[in-house]
């Protein structure tokens, strides 16, 4: 079963408004979990690192005020993308390691879809 | 920076094995990993192998590393249609948890 989760799967939603994902390691703790983006018939691209405690690192050329990470709990992060355009639509998908450290899961992934 | 590169595309016959093939530029990395997406979906972690061992089986997965050519490679015994996904190799460099991912191949089975 799935260990790393994603909510919701997909969201569709308005140019400028604002939109959450969730990402939950189920029963293990995730200090540091990671985001992702996915072009329609492309590779990942990471974001950003959520750290529990302190602030996401982001990877150059991603704006930190507009994909705002929380990593509120050592269970959860969340990325909100902020007044969200047609270009921000993609799939994301969050990652967490395992507890042994050798194991990295992925989520479900979400499909943002920006009207 | 890191590169992670393969082949896009590969076609094979229900029942034989298919060897899907990755190169890497880091030579600082720790652990190799194959996942597997369906369409629409989230990414199957399949395996994993340790930069200091140069095969990994389990059951109809065969990881091959070569360290000194920078080259992974995942073969699938007897490949089944629910094989039919795009396999992405990524690479782990030192500690972190962050991975680089190749650019995926589609496995397509036929018939």
């Known amino acids: 079963g799935a260990v790393v989760s994603q909510h919701p799967s997909r969201v569709i939603c308005k140019s400028g408004t604002s939109v959450k994902i969730e990402c939950r390691s189920l029963?293990?703790?995730?200090?540091?979990m990671f985001w992702y983006r996915q072009f329609p018939k492309q590779s990942l691209m990471l974001m950003a690192t959520s750290n529990e405690g302190s602030k996401a690192t982001y990877e150059q050329g991603v704006e930190k005020d507009k994909f705002l990470i929380n990593h509120a709990s050592l269970t959860l992060s969340t990325l909100t993308v902020t007044s969200a355009h047609p270009e921000d639509s993609s799939f994301y998908i969050c990652?967490?390691?395992?507890?042994?450290?050798?194991?990295?899961?992925f989520g479900e992934g979400s499909w943002l879809t920006v009207v | 920076g890191e590169d992670v590169e393969q082949s896009l595309f590969l076609s094979v016959r229900e029942g034989d094995s298919s060897v899907i093939n990755c190169t890497y530029t880091?030579?600082?990395?720790?652990?190799l990993y194959w996942y597997k997406q369906e369409p629409g979906a989230g990414l199957q972690l399949l395996t994993y192998?340790?930069?200091?061992?140069d095969m990994k089986q389990d059951q109809r997965l065969t990881v091959l590393l070569n360290k000194k050519d920078k080259h992974l490679s995942l073969r699938i015994a007897d490949t089944q249609t629910g094989d039919s996904a795009i396999y992405f190799c990524?690479?782990?460099?030192?500690?972190?948890?962050?991975?680089?991912f190749g650019t995926g191949t589609r496995l397509q089975v036929t018939l």
């Open positions: 880091d030579s600082s990395s720790t652990y």
């Open positions: 990524a690479e782990r460099a030192g500690t972190a948890s962050k991975l680089t």
């Open positions: 029963d293990f703790q995730a200090t540091t």
């Open positions: 192998i340790f930069s200091n061992m």
């Open positions: 990652s967490a390691p395992g507890t042994s450290g050798n194991t990295i899961y």
